[in-house]
């Protein structure tokens, strides 16, 4: 049990240090996907079409993940007050009320969805923390697997650019 634990942390870590990203235009779109919030109601990616969006699949398990989701609310802080940006956490088969738990403990204000496979094989979710970039179209404009400090920095980046298209 201690090697497996200490192959899931090198593993983890690894992940760390991954980052892919689309080029801006590739108009790559994952199509619509349908998930519950942690209040039960169904959200759809389509409720957000001509708005920039910016996914976050995560786990409350995941080393990275849980680093990266000051960063992450820290973004979103930032742009909460602009109709044209969305962000959405999608948590990764967890039970609903651990969920909830974790997002009140970690102070998560942005939108949090209860994952499913059918949004994890859409998106081709092989690591976690994943990060996507939706443009106005619903088009896949970057992804960045893995986490590290300064990370949303290029997040940044990469909306400003969107929302002077």
Same mark, same amino acid.
């Given at each position: 049990?201690?090697? /497996?634990?200490?192959? %899931?942390?090198? /593993? /983890?870590?690894? %992940?760390?240090? #991954?980052?892919?990203?689309?080029?801006?235009?590739?108009?790559?779109?994952?199509?619509? /996907?349908?998930? =519950?919030? %942690?209040?039960?109601? !169904?959200?759809?990616?389509?409720? *957000? =079409?001509?708005?920039?969006?910016?996914?976050? *699949?995560? #786990?409350?398990?995941?080393? $990275?993940?849980?680093?990266?989701?000051? #960063?992450?609310?820290?973004? @979103?802080?930032?742009?909460?007050?602009? $109709?044209?940006?969305?962000?959405?956490?999608?948590?990764?088969?967890?039970?609903?009320?651990?969920? +909830?738990?974790?997002?009140?403990?970690?102070?998560? !204000? @942005?939108?949090?969805?209860?994952?499913?496979?059918?949004?994890?094989?859409? @998106? =081709? +979710?092989?690591?976690?923390?994943?990060? *996507?970039?939706?443009?106005?179209?619903?088009?896949? !404009?970057?992804?960045?697997?893995? @986490?590290?400090?300064?990370?949303?920095?290029?997040?940044?980046?990469?909306?400003? *650019? %969107?929302?002077? =298209?």
């Amino acid at each position: 049990m201690k090697l /497996f634990k200490q192959t %899931l942390m090198l /593993f /983890f870590l690894c %992940l760390v240090f #991954a980052s892919c990203s689309y080029s801006p235009g590739d108009n790559i779109s994952p199509g619509d /996907f349908t998930l =519950k919030d %942690l209040d039960g109601k !169904t959200v759809s990616l389509s409720d *957000f =079409k001509d708005k920039i969006v910016f996914i976050d *699949f995560w #786990a409350s398990w995941c080393p $990275p993940c849980v680093q990266s989701i000051p #960063a992450v609310e820290r973004l @979103y802080n930032k742009n909460k007050d602009n $109709p044209n940006i969305v962000f959405l956490g999608i948590n990764v088969n967890e039970d609903k009320q651990k969920v +909830i738990d974790f997002v009140k403990e970690k102070g998560i !204000t @942005y939108k949090v969805l209860l994952g499913d496979k059918e949004v994890m094989i859409r @998106y =081709k +979710i092989r690591s976690i923390p994943s990060f *996507f970039i939706l443009d106005k179209g619903g088009n896949i !404009t970057n992804k960045h697997v893995g @986490y590290m400090p300064g990370l949303e920095t290029q997040w940044d980046q990469d909306i400003k *650019f %969107l929302l002077e =298209k």
